[in-house]
């Protein structure tokens, strides 16, 4: 290896190292150059060859052995002895004490349905004789019962009592209102209206309520039996 020097700053300075001269322009030279890279490759394919002369080692394994297939018998369990089943002995029968009434067979004679004949001719045959006939009972009579219904109630020929008519609204009156309402009235024994409530509207529940107002405020009923009454009120323009 060569050595080279310069001056730097009034001090010199040699190298060493080829390498650094390399590094250095005024030392690179064409010649070197080549050099170097042929070396290069050189050194490269030297490793490569020396690699693929020492290939991997390959690692083989022993393959397990084969066991022999052992076959399996299949032994069934002992049979169980078999039980035999108890016999039971014969129970003693209950002697019939009372013997069996069997129906009297008599001679039937039958007369044939036909003006031809004006005898009766025997007939062959077993016949139950009955000793007496019953007939069955009859099914007691259906009764229809219909429950009871309101009495429709007319206050002018209802003789005792109060039953004025009930005023005519002055808004129906306005709007010209008209229709049929249907009061269901309910009395007690002293008289009193227990229940009066509107059965069938008018349409109109202004004249519903004037309806219905005049019986609960005004009508009196005379005492006597418990009454259900129904009542239309007509509201009628005239």
Same mark, same amino acid.
């Given at each position: 290896m060569g050595s080279s020097s310069f001056a730097e700053g009034g001090r010199a300075y040699a190298l060493s190292s080829d390498l650094s001269r390399l590094c250095l322009p005024s030392e690179f030279k064409e010649p070197h150059r080549r *050099?170097?890279?042929?070396?290069?490759?050189? !050194? #490269?394919? #030297?490793? @490569?060859? #020396? @690699?693929? *002369?020492? =290939? =991997?080692? @390959?690692? !083989?394994? =022993?393959?397990?052995k084969v066991e022999d297939v052992v076959p399996v018998i299949f032994t069934p369990p002992p049979e169980q002895p078999k039980t035999e089943p108890e016999v039971k002995p014969d129970e003693p029968q209950d002697p019939q004490d009372t013997p069996v009434e069997m129906p009297q067979v008599i001679r039937v004679v039958a007369v044939a349905d036909s003006p031809a004949v004006a005898f009766a001719v025997p007939v062959q045959g077993a016949v139950a004789a009955v000793a007496e006939v019953r007939y069955a009972t009859p099914p007691p009579p259906q009764v229809h019962y219909s429950p009871p219904q309101p009495t429709k109630f007319d206050p002018s020929a209802a003789g005792d009592g109060t039953y004025p008519p009930p005023n005519y609204p002055s808004v129906a009156l306005r709007s010209r209102y008209q229709g049929t309402v249907t009061i269901e009235i309910r009395v007690d024994g002293t008289g009193n209206i227990t229940s009066a409530k509107v059965e069938k509207t008018s349409g109109y529940g202004v004249l519903d309520e004037a309806a219905l107002s005049v019986v609960k405020n005004r009508w009196r009923f005379p005492p006597g039996q418990a009454r259900w009454y129904v009542w239309p009120c007509q509201f009628v323009l005239q």
């Amino acid at each position: 290896m060569g050595s080279s020097s310069f001056a730097e700053g009034g001090r010199a300075y040699a190298l060493s190292s080829d390498l650094s001269r390399l590094c250095l322009p005024s030392e690179f030279k064409e010649p070197h150059r080549r *050099l170097a890279w042929m070396n290069s490759i050189c !050194v #490269l394919f #030297l490793v @490569v060859g #020396l @690699v693929g *002369l020492k =290939p =991997p080692k @390959v690692v !083989v394994r =022993p393959l397990s052995k084969v066991e022999d297939v052992v076959p399996v018998i299949f032994t069934p369990p002992p049979e169980q002895p078999k039980t035999e089943p108890e016999v039971k002995p014969d129970e003693p029968q209950d002697p019939q004490d009372t013997p069996v009434e069997m129906p009297q067979v008599i001679r039937v004679v039958a007369v044939a349905d036909s003006p031809a004949v004006a005898f009766a001719v025997p007939v062959q045959g077993a016949v139950a004789a009955v000793a007496e006939v019953r007939y069955a009972t009859p099914p007691p009579p259906q009764v229809h019962y219909s429950p009871p219904q309101p009495t429709k109630f007319d206050p002018s020929a209802a003789g005792d009592g109060t039953y004025p008519p009930p005023n005519y609204p002055s808004v129906a009156l306005r709007s010209r209102y008209q229709g049929t309402v249907t009061i269901e009235i309910r009395v007690d024994g002293t008289g009193n209206i227990t229940s009066a409530k509107v059965e069938k509207t008018s349409g109109y529940g202004v004249l519903d309520e004037a309806a219905l107002s005049v019986v609960k405020n005004r009508w009196r009923f005379p005492p006597g039996q418990a009454r259900w009454y129904v009542w239309p009120c007509q509201f009628v323009l005239q």
